[in-house]
């Protein structure tokens, strides 16, 4: 497995940005494909966005135009710029490892969590 640590997160206005940030370590070789989910105080967790080995991304469509999922796999790095944001991206904010080769903003192709994050965004 892998070991998938966050940072960033934090409280802005609507329509301020922000970024995540997730550091891996561990058994690196075997996951082909990164991904953010959310999760909202009383709502289930849904996926946000993913990006596969090769480059390849899907978005969730609330978060199309407005959030950038990138990776850094010389750093081992997963990144995710979050702009023009809304009091409905208001959550906790997980990045994810999986090993199937596809760009998927399902959870069931993740087998390794970070920790999680807060993003609050207030109107």
């Known amino acids: 497995q892998v070991q998938l640590v966050e940072s960033g997160g934090g409280s802005v206005q609507a329509g301020g940005s922000l970024s995540l940030s997730c550091s891996v370590s561990?058994?690196?070789?075997?996951?082909?494909?990164m991904g953010w989910f959310r999760q909202a105080p009383g709502k289930e967790r849904e996926g946000v966005a993913a990006i596969d080995r090769v480059g390849r991304t899907m978005y969730a469509d609330s978060v199309k135009g407005r959030f950038t999922v990138s990776q850094d796999n010389a750093k081992k790095t997963l990144s995710m710029q979050m702009n023009d944001l809304k009091p409905e991206d208001t959550a906790t904010y997980y990045c994810a490892a999986g090993q199937w080769s596809v760009a998927s903003i399902y959870s069931t192709f993740y087998d390794s969590w970070s920790q999680g994050t807060r993003v609050t965004v207030s109107s």
């Open positions: 561990g058994d690196t070789d075997k996951y082909k494909t």
